[in-house]
């Protein structure tokens, strides 16, 4: 029988492609297919807004009902699982599949509902993208740019005006600080769970940038935005 949880973003993204994978049900990652639409930042910026993000379906399992019973076999599984995309490269979009010997916990989860929201949270927290630069060539070896995910710290924008949004923006290496922005790389808020007040301090920052780095901190270490229904049945396991 299954029940509705939540969990920290934090919590479940630490343990993407250790405790959660993929079944071969779901589709390939998209969101990131047309660029321009800038899914991912609106994501983190709905985050820090305080809007919902949706529900998710995890399906519980125990590493023993996805192994083959038989010895001669033991090294496969019952059914195909993949893995979530941390570095996205548009060259080879595709999810990698796992082995047996990968799987390191005895329970786990498969995410049959959430995918294409995790991984932009994976990529944005954890990974790059790496997509072809506009107007350059296939054939120029240096027509496709790794990027990551930066906020402008030093942005307040008006809650009240929906276009006004935090300025999360992905970009190869550090951007320049200036008078209108500092950029903070935002992966590195989840090793920063008892340090914010520190980093502000050795950065030299002012009260309106510790006040949004304790918000993104809030927003990934101790708010539970991960709403997940848990199903349990093992009859699923049929399809």
Known sequence: M????????????????????????????????????????????????GYPIGSFLFWKLQKEDIAKSDEQDSDKLNFQLYQFITNYDERKPHNEKIRIEQIKRDDLYIVLDGQQRLTSLYIGLKGTRTLKKKKARNDNPNAYEEKRLYLNLKHQPNMDNPEDNYEFEFHAQK??????????????????????????NEHRLEKNELDLLEKLKDAFHNKQLISYFEETEKILIRF
């Open 2 to 49: 299954g029940m509705f949880l939540d969990k920290s973003i934090k919590n479940v993204v630490d343990e993407l492609n250790i405790r959660y994978f993929l079944p071969d049900i779901q589709r390939e990652y998209v969101w990131l297919q047309k660029a321009d639409e800038k899914k991912i930042e609106q994501l983190f910026d709905s985050i820090l807004r």
């Open 175 to 200: 951007p320049e600080n200036d008078k209108k922005h500092w950029w903070f790389k935002v992966g590195d808020i989840l090793e920063l769970e008892s340090g914010v007040l520190n980093y502000v």
